[in-house]
């Protein structure tokens, strides 16, 4: 695709800031299960299968909401639309802030499904938009983006929550109003008119290399390795973090925190992710590439081993510290597969983002087995463990290019 993008003008700040808060907007209602996971389970469950369905929860969600993904980047590889963008939008608004109404846990796996289906089909054709609108550059860019939607994450349920922890959760449903609202405007704003350069790399394009796209599997073959690597890596790092963020509600819970207390907790954590991602758009241009992801794999378990056999403040500031490190390799992780999968970006985020979501997600079901059969705080320490067992496959990404030097 040829690249007549010119230097930021008004109109691509507006809609990368549109963007970014759509982003924003969105994630703060598709986090709401993981606060609401304890109280849908003592509506729905027995105490012998609180776990397990929990991992069931998890795991449906995932399936749609990032497994999805992989369908949703095929497609906006191919389609230009910004009605990705606007369902999206509104489906996870309306899907998730119907949760508490469930008479069932089949109902409940049919309202993840809708919410989960917005979220695929915002994330993959939303990030590498981000990158080409912005201004700072498509490493940053994308920072910037994805802490967006981590504020979101972490602050947005504490909002929308507020009204139902306090009066009802029977509330809740009318927190879909902003998102509806919100989605309306996308198509409004967000006209894509410009040809943006949608290509992830640091060197300049020529015009004969942008007149024609090569296959997937052209381009991914050569790369095969490598891109099992980072999936893996991907997947087994999300599998500490939805695990914690989800199973962590559940654990505290038990240790009879308030809804409050709990939410605020997760919405911590939550948001040490955020710092984590936008701290990563600095260092990933300071820093070794090999070194910045093995820091992450092997700094972070400590942290939240200690957390979890603390209390009090050094437990918030230990679980902070783990999860600011864990996610300071995720922008890492998105580049170097957009800059393998050259001129198929959609699908490499959806790879990296979406589909190791998706079976990060989808392990958890074994996670809440294991909880319901040994308790969680076993299985809570062996959890943040995994990313320890994961950093001796970065040998395998030693022929990548470091993203710290110039013209990689």
Known sequence: MKNNQKPPSASNRKQFYFLTLAHTVLDSYATLLSHLQPLLLTKLASAATRNSLAGNFISVYSVFSSLGQILF??????????????FGVAFTAIGLSQLWLAPSHYIVYLLLAVGGLGVAAFHPQ???YAGALSAEGRGMGISVFLTGGNIGRALGPLL???IPYRFGLEYLVWEMIPGVLLALRVPKVLRFEQQLDLTASTRVISNAETTSRESFWHVAGPHSLSLIVLFIIASFRTVTAVGLENFLSIYLDNQNYSDEMRSFVIAIFIFAGSMGIMMSGWLLTRMNTYVLLLF?????????????????????VFLFLGNMVLSSSITVNIILAQMILRGHENIASSFMMGAAWGVGGLLNKIVGVLGDRFGLPIVLDGL?????????????????PDLSKPKV
């Open 160 to 162: 929308l929550l507020y």
């Open 296 to 316: 992450s794999l092997l700094a972070a378990p400590p942290l939240f081993y200690a957390s979890l056999h603390s209390d009090g403040f050094s437990f918030l």
């Open 126 to 128: 939303a990030t590498t």
């Open 73 to 86: 980047g095929w497609l906006s590889d191919r389609v230009r639309t910004v009605h990705f963008l606007t």
């Open 384 to 400: 943040v463990m995994l990313p320890l067992v994961m950093a001796p496959l970065l040998i395998l990404l030693r022929d990548q």
